[in-house]
């Protein structure tokens, strides 16, 4: 079945540094890739998308390009705030399918 | 609201018995989900909805859980007998309905965080 997998955190930055969180998906076809995050205290919502191959999705200074060749959607930032602090979970969905596949979730905790 | 609106958002109940979540989703929003957010886990789809199609149910873990919707709007998850690898934040999320990934998305409601002693 289709799955997703991402590195496990938490992951603990300084401000102003470079933020990478690693994403590979396996799934038939051609699904469209997400990144979700959920702030301290909030619902998950949607930081960025995309739905082909080599797509760049971005979003408050986030990137993540679909990279079908190796099946993978990275997350990555230039310069991380404290407000960056975070789950970050990635997702796949298929054009026919009926929900997304999550991954397991990052923790990101930025320090000042 | 706008949003998704889920109660009560913590629940803490004794094991075996029987607690009940609720969602209400997006006012429109046909498509509703439930899915399970366990501590250090990720989100585990449970059951799906959409208008008034049959809803899938093949996240479900047990007969003890079961989840309806009523008049295409609410949706009611019921967990049975409650066990404590039961605990675990439930997350509702719905979004408008129609085909594919490509303009859709996910909105989500805050969770009710159960906790089985």
């Known amino acids: 079945g289709d799955s997703v997998t991402q590195m496990e955190g938490p992951v603990t930055l300084s401000e102003e540094a470079f933020l990478t969180i690693n994403c590979t998906y396996t799934?038939?076809?051609?699904?469209?890739l997400f990144w979700y995050v959920q702030y301290p205290g909030e619902g998950l919502q949607l930081l960025l998308k995309?739905?082909?191959?080599?797509d760049k999705g971005s979003n408050k200074g986030f990137e993540a390009t679909y990279r079908k060749e190796t099946t993978s959607f990275h997350l990555e930032k230039g310069s991380v705030q404290v407000s960056d602090s975070a789950v970050y979970f990635c997702?796949?969905?298929?054009?026919?399918?009926?929900?997304?596949?999550f991954g397991g979730g990052t923790r990101v905790l930025v320090k000042p | 609201g706008a949003g998704v609106s889920q109660s009560p958002s913590n629940k803490v109940t004794e094991k075996g018995k029987d607690v009940e979540l609720r969602c209400d989703p997006i006012?429109?929003?046909?498509?509703l989900y439930w899915y399970r957010q366990s501590l250090g886990q990720g989100l585990e789809f449970l059951i799906y909805?959409?208008?008034?199609?049959?809803?899938?149910k093949s996240g479900l873990p047990s007969d003890r859980f079961s989840a309806e919707r009523t008049g295409g709007s609410v949706s009611t998850l019921t967990i049975q007998r409650t066990q404590q690898e039961d605990s675990a934040v439930y997350l509702c999320?719905?979004?408008?309905?129609?085909?594919?990934?490509?303009?859709?998305?996910?909105?989500f409601g805050e969770g009710s965080r159960l906790t089985v002693l």
């Open positions: 995309a739905t082909k191959a080599d």
């Open positions: 999320a719905s979004r408008p309905g129609g085909a594919g990934w490509n303009t859709g998305e996910l909105f």
């Open positions: 909805f959409q208008g008034n199609s049959a809803p899938d």
């Open positions: 799934a038939t076809g051609y699904p469209s």
């Open positions: 997702a796949l969905g298929k054009a026919a399918g009926n929900k997304l596949t």
């Open positions: 006012s429109g929003h046909t498509a």
